[in-house]
């Protein structure tokens, strides 16, 4: 296991479940296209399903020998307020993949800090030969340690808004909240609208054809600034 805390300042802990329902960060923040979207949310567990690929102008290079990451797949359910168990598959290109667990756990401080914890291990390949393997889930590690670091980095500049103005790839936020409320009421104060089975799926066709469209002129000013020099 590798397994860091931090203490995020100036925001609520709500702001981490929000992610739980956020599509577009995926391109902006983590640097992938999420080609299925869908969240879950029944009882006290809400649930993202999501898969997506690598952008092209921010892919990293493989390092020799090393297979080249494809896309992924994960699935990520809040169990309760604050606790997270995220199983996530990495595929390469020569064929194999990498399974992952990262679990997230917070608890308030304050109403803007709270105490962030998370823990990553990774299956070792069983293809490869032992050294292979082992560089292969380190690097695996420290991708999704870097991924979730970029989200805590958002953390820290996101202030607790009640009732913030959304567009329909936003996702279900009032729905979310909705659900995370039952954790800051009474028992006899749940209403069958935080419990109640609620499924969404949100169609990304129209966001990728716009990002690729992003993607394919940042390539294009990359390899003009190349030939130029």
């Given at each position: ?42 009882g006290h567990v ?23 990451l494809l896309t ?7 169990h309760g307020p ?148």
């Amino acid at each position: 296991w590798i397994w860091k805390k931090y203490l995020v300042k100036g925001s609520n802990c709500r702001e981490i479940v929000d992610n739980v329902v956020d599509m577009a960060h995926f391109f902006y923040v983590h640097f992938s296209f999420p080609t299925y979207f869908k969240n879950v949310l029944e009882g006290h567990v809400a649930t993202q399903y999501q898969r997506g690929s690598g952008r092209e102008d921010v892919r990293p290079p493989a390092k020799p020998g090393e297979p080249t990451l494809l896309t992924n797949e994960s699935a990520a359910s809040y169990h309760g307020p604050s606790f997270m168990i995220d199983e996530l598959v990495y595929h390469y290109d020569d064929g194999s993949s990498i399974e992952n667990v990262l679990i997230n756990c917070h608890y308030p401080v304050t109403p803007t800090s709270f105490v962030l914890q998370y823990g990553i291990i990774v299956k070792k390949a069983a293809h490869l030969p032992g050294d292979r393997a082992e560089r292969l889930a380190q690097a695996s590690a420290d991708h999704i340690g870097k991924g979730f670091e970029q989200d805590i980095a958002i953390w820290r500049n996101k202030t607790r808004i009640d009732n913030p103005l959304l567009c329909e790839e936003d996702g279900p936020v009032y729905q979310l909240r909705r659900w995370y409320e039952q954790f800051y009421v009474d028992v006899a104060d749940v209403t069958p609208e935080m419990t109640n089975r609620f499924e969404f799926e949100l169609d990304t066709t129209r966001p990728i054809e716009v990002w690729k469209q992003e993607v394919a002129a940042n390539l294009a000013a990359r390899s003009a600034a190349t030939a130029s020099v």
